[in-house]
T-cell receptor
């Protein structure tokens, strides 16, 4: 089946530093990738949608300059949390959709990355 | 806006018990509805789906019926197993529009099944 990996699985950083999280589709080409954020005991909140080779579309309230998304290839998307602060601590999850055009119901999810900002 | 509300958890059951996890939704259009499951240490996996009213999604003994009149998509299983212990998410996706592929999730329900 389709597998999506995320790296790292956990990261701890100091306030003010930047952190990059990678999302890879291991055995398929992902034309669309989604980035979610999940707070404890809360739902997944979509942050942005990225299509290969184009700029990401951010959800309302998500700071584009804070959360930089790059989808430079069909198998890799990165989320960079710039100048991280403790309030950015969260669980970040990516998903990938394999087909261009109307999305199928098959959005494949990565296992998530736990970010802790001290 | 669009939203999904799931029953509060955690839910703790004995093996072979009957499971219901309630899910209701609010949407401006005619959404597709999904249940995702997240096993410990793994990513979310699609469990079942329904794309129109009165459709029943089913997989691995789980079922859910798209009820437009009650805007609900409750998850049921007749006899749970320890291996069903996981977090379950109800979600919706609007058909078409600018929110292509966007999923709106409920808050998740933790299910623990004891032997």
């Amino acid at each position: 089946g389709a597998v999506v990996s995320q790296h790292p699985s956990r990261v701890i950083c100091k306030s003010g530093t930047s952190v990059k999280i990678e999302c890879r589709s291991l055995d398929f080409q992902a034309t669309t990738m989604f980035w979610y954020r999940q707070f404890p005991k809360q739902s997944l909140m979509l942050m942005a949608t990225s299509n290969e080779g184009s700029k990401a579309t951010y959800e309302q309230g998500v700071e584009k300059d804070k959360f930089l998304i790059n989808h430079a290839s069909l198998t890799l998307s990165t989320l960079t949390v710039t100048s991280a602060h403790p309030e950015d601590s969260s669980f970040y999850i990516c998903s990938a959709s394999r087909l261009r055009g109307p999305p199928t119901d098959t959005q494949y999810f990565g296992p998530g990355t736990r970010l802790t900002v001290l | 806006g669009d939203s999904v509300t799931q029953m509060e958890g955690p839910v703790t059951l004995s093996e072979e018990a009957f499971l219901t996890i309630n899910c209701t939704y609010t949407a401006t259009g005619y959404p597709s509805l999904f249940w995702y499951v997240q096993y410990p240490g793994e990513g979310l996996q699609l469990l079942l789906k329904a794309t129109k009213a009165d459709d029943k999604g089913s997989n691995k003994g789980f079922e859910a019926t798209y009820r437009k009149e009650t805007t609900s998509f409750h998850l049921e299983k007749g006899s749970v197993q320890v291996s069903d212990s996981a977090v379950y998410f109800c979600a919706l996706r609007l058909q078409g529009g600018t929110s292509y592929g966007k999923l709106t999730f409920g808050q998740g329900t933790i299910l623990t099944v004891h032997p």
